[in-house]
């Protein structure tokens, strides 16, 4: 059998190439994974921690492609020092512009607490998490996060 000649598969590899070097230059996978720690704080025996991850490039999720950002979200019984991984955590995100999302109720993984955010306008973001856990009593605790 004679064997067939696969030249027209060699502009495959310049091609992929290419691609890749475009996709790195953009700062897609450069920024993805990067954490920024929001901040620590206690309320009546709570203790929280709150963690954003870049997970995505804006410039798929502008193209309705995906999120931009993970939330974390920690909570610790302050008496011993232990996660809490009971109960319901929500967030309502205000945008730049004033305007405050619908509550977005937080899933369990892997003993935080966390959900996917959109932020591609720039400016000043607040995420207001508001948690009930251990007594049944309601906490909020409010976060800054800018977007340049």
């Not at 790195?24 to 620590?40: E, F, S, Y």
């Not at 809490?84 to 892997?110: C, H, M, W, Y």
Request: net charge positive; proline share 4%; glycine share 8%.
């Amino acid at each position: 059998m004679k064997s067939v000649s696969h030249r027209f598969f060699r502009p495959v590899p310049l091609l992929l190439a290419l691609t890749l070097v475009a996709f790195l230059t953009t700062g897609a996978l450069a920024a993805a994974g990067t954490k920024w720690p929001l901040g620590k704080k206690t309320m009546a025996g709570v203790g929280i921690e709150a963690t954003l991850v870049h997970v995505a490039n804006p410039t798929y999720v502008a193209m309705g492609m995906g999120k931009t950002h993970r939330l974390v979200v920690q909570l610790k019984n302050q008496a011993n020092k232990r996660n809490l991984t009971r109960g319901l955590v929500a967030i309502k995100l205000q945008t730049p512009d004033g305007r405050f999302s619908n509550p977005v109720k937080l899933d369990l993984e892997e003993g935080a607490f966390v959900t996917d955010l959109t932020l591609l306008e720039k400016g000043q973001y607040h995420i207001h998490v508001a948690c009930r856990v251990l007594d049944g009593r309601k906490r909020q605790f409010i976060f800054d996060y800018s977007v340049r």
